[in-house]
């Protein structure tokens, strides 16, 4: 059995179309029939579609702007850059306490923030946990409840005929007088 697949040219990448035939010669035990591909050009069109055209040209400018926006904004950082250099010199003795600081101060209260989280969660585990526990609580009481009234039925009959039992023999009693 022969298969033919027309592909069109175009949806085709150059690196699909140079390993294709390698991958074909490697796989070719695995595949069930030979399959041979032939490409189609569609239509004598060499060039690019008239759409293709007009979206370059429509972000050709876009892109231009953009790129010469960041240029800008990157002249702009190195020139900040360079004036602010003087002032953070002169400035440091104050400026490192107060960043130092500020980034304590930052730190605190991010770490008490993720303290308070933790605890949060540690007790809603353990409430959760609680209400567990507790729905199979009301059971498990009726349950030891029925297994004490029980016992102590069995332990008063057993009093009881030991009580009848001790009646029925003859004891010695003490009597004691006055």
Known sequence: MQTT????RQHLSPLFLSA????????????PHKTHFTMVEQGEQNGPSASKILAVVAVLP???????????????SLIGLAVATPLFII????????????????????????????????LSWFLNYIRQVTAGLPEYLQNLSDKLGQKTKEMGHEMQSQAHEDWAKPSKRI???L
């Open 20 to 31: 294709f035939p390698l991958y074909l010669a490697h796989h070719s035990t695995t595949l």
């Open 5 to 8: 697949c027309q592909l069109p």
């Open 91 to 122: 400035f440091s003795p104050v400026l490192v306490p107060a960043s130092i600081g500020i980034g304590l101060a930052v730190t605190g209260i991010l770490s008490s923030g993720a303290f308070g989280m933790t605890a949060l969660s540690s």
């Open 175 to 177: 009597q004691i007088g």
């Open 62 to 76: 876009v892109g231009g702007t953009l790129l010469l926006l960041s240029g800008l904004t990157f002249v702009g």
